[in-house]
């Protein structure tokens, strides 16, 4: 077995869930996954992951990510609807903050390996699934595959849930799963000048993803993975620190096209961690979480999250989803009064 920790700040949700993820990610990868948070140091709490063989675990997941590229999937019959006419100047401010634009031409570019199971043949690659966990497919929110090989296949779409629980889908607007997930992991180039078209160049680096990240950052983003920060356009919402949100004294983020730093890793990894989990909306877009202070597998480890393992040390935690437009946001977290 081996072990490793990373800083963690309870009071950032998005940083939670991601080391829940981690732990989802670890049992797939390497098996007899534990976590737990230790605060005994309050200016230095970590999160401490333990799993089998005697690699660090985080750098383990963290290399499986930095090599992944997410394909979508969806049921059997499921077709892509007709592209949209692209909005004009008085297109909502969410769908311009996301820069969605930049990811479908991404997507545009793509070979489709499944052109009978998609309207377009510019559409990126689909596969289709008995077991799909939604009555219909959406477009925006397909669920997303990544791996093969020999790596372990893994399926993630809990913000496409069809259960009677909470999805905890966050974003909104003009932005698919896939090109959020594509973004996260690979990074976001800009549009190609018509030059760069003719001679097939990509356009040049916009937002990094972990696996720009993992190739220039290497032992910072293993040492401190959820506090390697970067630019960024559209996320899954999970970060506050990237929030979308004006101020109130009338500046926009996102009509000045200034970019915000986050983190790739929150982002990804919250997506993970609640594939299995979800936190308690008690209350429309009030939202608690717990984090526990001893190592747990992952089966404790997502009723734990939701505060549902009141037999071992627990700290709770409650926040506020803040509304951009049609999108929630991840807010920073106050700690609830111990009972």
Not at 79 to 102: C, F, I, L, R, S
Not at 231 to 244: K, L, T
Request: proline letters at 8%; a negative charge.
């Amino acid at each position: 077995m081996a072990e490793a920790s990373i800083p963690v700040d309870l009071f950032n949700p998005g940083q939670v869930f991601a080391c829940l993820g981690f732990m989802e990610a670890a049992e797939i990868l390497l098996g007899d996954a534990e976590g737990g948070f230790d605060w005994s140091d309050e200016t230095n709490v970590r999160f401490k992951l333990r799993a089998a063989g005697d690699r660090n675990p985080f750098e383990a997941v963290l290399e499986f990510l930095a090599e992944a590229d997410p394909q979508r999937w969806g049921p059997i019959g499921y077709v892509d609807p007709p592209p949209k006419k692209k909005k004009g100047k008085g297109a909502d401010e969410e769908d311009a903050a996301d820069e969605e634009a930049d990811d479908d031409d991404d997507d545009s570019q793509e070979t489709d390996v499944n052109s009978a199971a998609t309207s377009s043949p510019a559409a990126p690659s689909l596969d289709l699934c008995e077991t799909f966990g939604a009555r219909v497919g959406d477009k925006m929110s397909l669920p997303i595959r990544f791996g093969g090989g020999n790596r372990p296949v893994v399926e993630l779409g809990h913000w496409a849930d069809g259960s009677s629980r909470e999805s905890f889908k966050l974003y909104a607007g003009n932005r698919s799963a896939h090109s959020i997930a594509k973004g996260m992991l690979l990074g976001v180039r800009a549009k190609p000048s018509k030059k760069q078209k003719a001679e097939g160049i990509p356009g040049e680096p916009k937002f990094k993803g972990i696996r720009q990240l993992w190739e220039e950052q290497h032992d910072a983003l293993v040492n401190a993975p959820l506090d390697t920060l970067t630019p960024m356009g559209g996320s899954f919402n999970f970060d506050p620190r990237g929030a979308w949100t004006a101020i109130d004294a009338g500046y926009s983020p996102n009509k000045q096209k200034h970019p915000v730093n986050a983190s790739p890793v929150v982002e990804f990894l919250a997506a993970w961690g609640l594939e299995h989990a979800r936190p308690d909306e008690f209350e429309t877009r009030r939202v608690r979480y717990a984090v526990w202070g001893q190592l747990l597998p992952p089966l404790l480890a997502r009723a734990a999250v939701a505060g549902g393992v009141p037999t071992i040390p627990l700290r709770r935690f409650e926040f506020e989803l803040d509304l951009s437009g049609k999108n929630k946001v991840v807010t920073f977290a106050q700690e609830e009064a111990a009972p």
